[in-house]
């Protein structure tokens, strides 16, 4: 259902236009009624809007109506999706009953509706500058499951909108509790629009850092609410608030992402309180190779990190918590933030370190093959004098017996 209101008085009678396309006319009585006030939206062309009711504070200006218990033909799509292999495999999570009814919308209710929105607005191109759309799911924390259809510009299209997806629902092919109507504050062109803008002026804050090649932020802004949410590993309390000054009709949420890029005199390597420890540990990643300005850990990854030579050695096993994405090539290449090295495995008859084993073990992997190689483990034999170290390289692994010495 959509009422659109036409504000005309006209010998005593108020005309209202429904989605039917018929005029209904209510007399214009002088008895004094128990009138309820009807909150109503300006649409982009003059017309007036009722609100139907609110929904997680958002304005609802349409309806669909369920007009048929027949969904044969929505029944059928929706089994198709439950009764497939993938979904039985658990191709998409556990298939539960949930997660069938959460597919069955994506794939018939977001599916009708988005072709519907496209062919009246024009394409996504043309949608994007009159609204937003999404999906949500009580199982999140909403209060209603189902597409959600965010329409700013108010006008004779949104009557369109809704007589073709009702069409549908009278068929049978659609549910109409699944999708909704509501009146939006923005359109997605306005918040694209609007990362850009925040984006460029962020980036502009990191070239000024110190380490221009490490500090970085994310810009989104969220679809549903139209919050500004900034991911960042170098902003300043006093860069926030010169972000919030210059963008004051927003909310902005930030969020740092592990440490802050250090800055002056604070470290960028993290070394132990106890160099050693006597319990094995798999933490981290070991150091395989190190050079001037980069260094080479399991896992096959080049970390670039300035002065690394000075800082680490091969064998160590060290946190690295990097800057940026990690391009997943082959070997594959980061920038690290900070490293933290960690305590070296020493039992206490020992006489050498984790680290020193490690060393041994990756020259001669490194003479077996030209594979990255891995320690899978790394055990002493105190009876033996020895070091039972098991590697991994060129998807085999084998054994490496190392002298205690």
């Known amino acids: 259902m959509v009422t659109k209101k036409i504000n005309l008085l006209f010998l005593g009678f108020v005309l209202i236009l429904s989605a039917c396309g018929t005029l209904e006319a209510f007399e214009n009585s002088s008895t004094p009624t128990h009138q309820v ?119 004779e299209r949104l009557i369109e909108l809704v007589g073709i997806l009702q069409k549908q629902v009278d068929n049978g092919e659609i549910l109409a509790k699944n ?18 803008e925040v984006y460029n002026t962020t980036r502009k804050m990191a070239d000024n850092h110190e380490k221009p ?9 969220n679809t549903i609410t139209g919050i500004i949410e900034i991911n960042h590993n170098f902003l300043t309390e006093e860069q926030k608030n ?30 132990p309180s106890t160099k050693f420890t006597k319990v094995p540990s798999t933490e981290g990643n070991y150091v395989i190779r190190v050079m001037e300005n980069e260094m080479l850990i399991t896992g096959a990854a080049y970390v670039t990190f300035q002065d ?61 093959s030209t594979w990255v190689p891995s320690i899978k483990s790394m055990n002493f034999d105190e009876q033996a004098k020895s070091w039972k170290v098991t590697m991994v390289q060129d998807e085999g692994e084998y054994n490496l017996m190392i002298k205690d010495e």
Request: glycine letters at 8%; proline letters at 3%; a negative charge.
């Open 37 to 155: 006030e009807i909150a109503t939206i300006t649409g982009s062309d003059g017309s007036q809007w009722d609100v139907l009711k609110t929904i997680e504070d958002r304005s609802i200006i349409a309806e669909l109506k369920q007009t048929t218990d027949n969904t044969t033909i929505r029944d059928k799509k929706a089994a198709e999706i439950s009764e497939g292999d993938d979904f039985k495999d658990s191709m998409f999570g556990e298939p539960t009953t949930d997660l069938a009814e959460k597919l069955a919308i994506q794939g018939i209710e977001l599916n009708a509706a988005v072709e519907a929105v496209e062919r009246v607005y024009g394409g996504y191109e043309g949608f994007e500058k009159e609204g937003v759309y999404f999906l949500e799911w009580k199982s999140d924390g909403a209060k209603q499951s189902g597409f959600w259809i965010g329409i700013k510009n108010l006008d």
């Open 242 to 271: 010169d972000l919030r000054q210059q963008f004051p009709s927003y909310e902005i949420k930030f969020e740092q992402t592990g440490r802050l890029v250090p800055i002056g005199d604070e470290p960028d390597v993290l070394y």
């Open 213 to 221: 090649n490490i500090a970085g932020a994310g810009v989104s802004v």
């Open 308 to 368: 690394a030579n000075k800082k680490v050695k091969v064998g160590q096993r060290v946190l690295v918590e990097f800057a940026g994405s990690v391009e997943f090539s082959y070997p594959g290449r980061g920038t690290a933030k900070i490293v933290e090295v960690l305590p070296e495995y020493k039992p206490a008859n020992s006489k050498l370190s984790e680290s020193q084993v490690a060393q041994k073990a990756f020259k001669q992997a490194e003479a077996r």
């Open 179 to 196: 999708i909704y109507f509501y009146h939006s504050s923005f359109t997605q062109k306005e918040n694209n629009d609007l990362m850009r």
